[in-house]
């Protein structure tokens, strides 16, 4: 089992900046790719952005220029840094991290999510 822990969530006036870090720990024996995703009332989750283990990234068109993915490897962790936010962007955040778990040769690929955190802009 993986399990994750979100911070960095909270309330900013537009134009503000929030960072987001997701910590993954359990009985993890690699992973792959590490995300966040968003999910807005009355709207269904969507990919903000993701970053694969080799460091390739890839952003939903809303957010290109305003929002960095990065990862460390020997922590496991993922962060999400906000800049340039707007209303629009208010939402509960998800991590995602796609992993193999357990201990050789007893090993299976799994996906696990964050419980999510609350990133609300005002305008």
């Known amino acids: 089992q993986v399990q994750l822990v979100e911070s960095g969530g909270g309330l900013v006036q537009a134009g503000g900046s929030l960072r987001l870090s997701c910590a993954a720990s359990g009985s993890i024996f690699s992973i792959n790719a590490m995300g966040w995703y968003r999910q807005a009332p009355g709207k269904q989750r969507e990919l903000v952005a993701a970053?694969?283990?080799?460091?390739?990234?890839n952003y939903a068109d809303s957010v290109k220029g305003r929002f960095t993915i990065s990862r460390d490897n020997a922590k496991n962790m993922v962060y999400l840094q906000m800049n340039s936010l707007k209303p629009e962007d208010t939402a509960v955040y998800y991590c995602?991290?796609?992993?193999?778990?357990?201990?050789?040769?007893?090993?299976?690929?799994?996906?696990?999510w964050g419980q999510g955190t609350q990133v609300t802009v005002s305008s």
């Open positions: 970053i694969t283990s080799g460091g390739s990234t």
């Open positions: 995602n991290v796609d992993s193999v778990v357990g201990t050789f040769p007893a090993l299976k690929r799994q996906a696990y």
